[in-house]
């Protein structure tokens, strides 16, 4: 057994020992004995696969990730947009016969989107997408508009990959654990009791919540499943940014300036200003037929990675 996998494991009897002393606290009982029986589960795995230790540092590009779009700048035009984004993801990872199955949802109003939380699951998902985190822009006369002025707006996406819970292994003190009523889908049922979960994780200030299931326990292993990935994500962006000197926010502020794409619908052109390419038929991108832009962007960064190795 190598010394870290033997660090991985007494990493886990310790949280193990440490959630056992929480057991006391009536508020946090459930989710202890829950976070318990994941961590034994989780030392099972370590001891049986030695082969097989995986590092933070060392992700491997698997086929599930976790897709994030929130309306930025522009009122409820922002919030429209965010919708539309995310059903453009949604036709692109139904081109590509990938399941895509909805987590959460926030909604400002009939059809627009605060917050849509969704996972894909699929060969080559992640790899696909995982340049599409960001500020994305559009520029185009709103419905409710009637001067014919054209507004811009702007919604973030993030990309995220699934990680394993033997890849971020989380202690249940650090987390804050609150069960509500959800007002989500679902039908009357789902209101009725307290099923959807909302957790906080204490040092990084990261809150995830999940209520699309019926069952408190299930919507509590979402949550606790976005957020490992954006744990990874933000220790993966700090490692950066120490190495490289990078910016270490993946989706800045969500200003108007800040942006890798812009969907120029009067012009029906879209722009990729990373890497300075523009298409047509933006028609046809928004209804999720992404793969040429998507190439070209896995080209880009595949030339890039080249010149920095030869250099």
Not at 11 to 39: F, H, T
Not at 56 to 62: D, P, Q, R
């Amino acid at each position: 057994m190598s010394d870290y996998l033997k660090q991985q494991i007494a990493q886990i009897d310790a949280k193990i020992e440490e959630a056992k002393s929480l057991a006391q606290d009536p508020s946090m009982a459930e989710l202890v004995r829950s976070e318990i029986k994941k961590l034994e589960e989780e030392k099972a795995q370590l001891e049986k696969s030695s082969t097989r230790e995986p590092t933070v540092g060392n992700f491997v590009e698997g086929n599930s990730l976790i897709l994030e779009v929130r309306s930025a700048a522009g009122g409820d035009e922002a919030g429209l947009f965010a919708s539309d984004l995310y059903r453009m993801y949604q036709r692109f990872a139904a081109n590509n016969n990938w399941k895509f199955e909805e987590l959460d949802r926030t909604e400002g109003g009939l059809g627009n989107i605060k917050t849509v939380i969704a996972k894909i699951s699929g060969k080559g998902s992640y790899e696909k997408l995982k340049f599409e985190s960001g500020v994305h822009r559009v520029q185009r006369v709103p419905k409710t508009e009637s001067s014919g002025r054209i507004h811009t707006s702007t919604a973030t996406v993030a990309v995220l990959p699934e990680v394993a819970p033997t890849q971020i292994v989380i202690s249940p003190s650090d987390l804050e654990f609150e069960a509500f009523r959800s007002g989500g889908h679902g039908g009357q049922n789902v209101n009725k009791v307290s099923t959807a979960v909302r957790i906080k994780h204490i040092p990084s200030g990261i809150i995830v919540k999940s209520q699309t299931e019926r069952s408190q326990a299930q919507n509590r292993e979402i949550a606790m499943e976005i957020l490992r990935s954006k744990i990874y994500r933000m220790e993966e962006e700090k490692r950066a940014s120490q190495i490289t000197g990078a910016r270490s926010e993946l989706l800045g502020t969500g200003d108007r300036s800040e942006k890798i794409r812009t969907y120029n619908f009067p012009q029906d052109r879209v722009t990729d200003h990373r890497i300075g390419k523009s298409w047509g038929n933006i028609a046809g991108i928004m209804d999720g037929n992404l793969d040429k832009v998507i190439q070209i962007l896995i080209d880009s960064a595949n030339q890039t990675n080249t010149s920095a190795q030869e250099n």
